[in-house]
């Protein structure tokens, strides 16, 4: 069973930025960020691959938001940068077995989410 904790959400203005945290992961699993922001449906932000360590970003975040995964493969973070208003969402973390997939179907596990508010 893996139970994942997010942490790290909070308010900032435009242009700041922020560093989430997911942990509760254990090796063999792909992990992920998605957010969904209110009337919209939950989308991919990055993504991460246990097995080779590659990643994925959303294009509406490249060169602003970094995944990365501790040495031990049990904690995610997400470096958010340069944060705009249109990246107010809760962010949820989720991890799938070896592989990162854009598809929120794929994934088993969640955590409860944590929001992230921008203000302009």
């Known amino acids: 069973q893996v139970q994942l904790v997010e942490s790290g959400g909070g308010q900032v203005q435009a242009g700041g930025s922020l560093r989430l945290t997911c942990s509760g992961s254990?090796?063999?699993?792909?992990m992920a960020w998605f957010r969904q922001a209110p009337g919209k449906e939950r989308e991919i932000v990055a993504g991460i691959s246990w097995v080779s360590g590659s990643t994925y970003y959303a294009d509406s975040v490249k060169d602003r938001f970094t995944i990365s995964m501790d040495n031990i493969k049990t904690t995610i973070y997400l470096d958010m940068n340069s944060l705009k208003p249109e990246d107010t969402a809760v962010y949820y973390c989720?991890?799938?077995?070896?592989?990162?997939?854009?598809?929120?179907?794929?994934?088993?596990?969640w955590g409860q989410g944590t929001q992230v508010t921008v203000s302009s």
């Open positions: 254990r090796g063999g699993y792909g």
């Open positions: 989720a991890a799938r077995a070896l592989t990162a997939s854009t598809s929120p179907q794929d994934y088993a596990y």
